[in-house]
Structures are given as structure tokens and as C-alpha cells.
């Protein structure tokens, strides 16, 4: 099995693979924030990763199978999710520590705070009368969710 080890962006891809047949893989945020694991193209190509820890996959991100001559663009798939939209700087404050201190994965964008829609979050968010909306769209969290101890 062919393994990639290495995530590059489009200008950075070797001169070797810049004429290599393309295919896509299309990911959900947690399938993108794991490192090793067994993969497989959106057009049915088999292959590993192996990349360095802490490695998050971005849309556009490029991983190249030598073994198949072949370039794998990442796209990111679109997930159910909450948007926050805070309106004054002390709402940010106050709505990203709330998410924060329940270990909630979120992605800050200029105008909204995006969390995944998985089990808890909107009991939270409604607890603490957080305004939000649903949507769907690819959600990549700000940093990976470290372990916490109390």
C-alpha cells in the first residue's frame, strides 16, 4: 500500500508529480485531523497516511502517491453545524469561553464562531442562551481538542 507522508499546497508539489493524474478525497473535520489510518479516494485509489502529528488537512491541501503516480487534492466536506454570531467583543469573549470550557471544538471565522453539530452542543448553547443558527458547511476547528484532567 502506497503511504503519504507528506501534505503539500499546489505550488510546493514536486516537479515529478506536477504532471500527475488528479483525483480528490473528500473528508469531514474529524477524518482530517487524523494523522495515520487507511484511506480512499473519491475515485477508489487505496492508500495510507502516515503524516507528522498535529497534521490537520485543509481544502486544496495535496498528498502524492508516488506509487500510483498519482496527486490527491483534499476537499472538505460540508457537515451540520451551529453558527454563533456575536454581536459586541464581550459577547465573543463570553460565548468562546463558554464553548472552550465544555472541550467543544470550534472554528473562529471574522464573523462567527462555528461548532459541529455532535451530542451536547446545542443543549449548551441553549443553556447559556447563546443565539445560533443551524447550517451546513466544512467545519475545520481552530487547534485539535487536547486532553484535559481536572
Do not use: K
Amino acid at each position: 500500500m502506497v503511504v503519504a507522508e507528506r501534505v503539500y499546497r499546489e505550488p510546493e508539489l514536486p516537479d515529478a508529480a506536477r504532471g500527475y493524474p488528479r483525483d480528490t478525497i473528500t473528508l469531514g473535520w474529524e477524518d482530517r485531523t487524523h494523522v495515520h489510518g487507511r484511506r480512499r479516494t473519491d475515485g477508489g485509489v487505496e492508500f495510507g497516511t502516515s503524516l507528522p502529528r498535529g497534521t490537520v488537512l485543509h481544502a486544496g491541501d495535496c498528498l502524492v502517491l508516488e506509487g500510483e503516480r498519482l496527486v490527491v487534492s483534499v476537499v472538505e466536506r460540508a457537515e451540520p453545524v451551529f453558527v454563533v454570531e456575536p454581536r459586541s467583543a464581550p459577547e465573543w469573549a463570553l460565548f468562546a469561553y463558554h464553548i472552550g470550557n465544555r472541550h467543544q471544538p470550534v472554528m473562529i471565522t471574522d464573523r462567527s464562531l462555528v461548532c459541529p453539530d455532535v451530542p451536547g452542543v446545542e443543549q449548551l448553547l441553549q443553556q447559556h442562551h447563546i443565539p445560533y443558527v443551524r447550517s451546513t458547511l466544512p467545519f475545520t476547528p481552530a487547534a485539535t481538542v487536547a486532553s484535559h484532567q481536572h
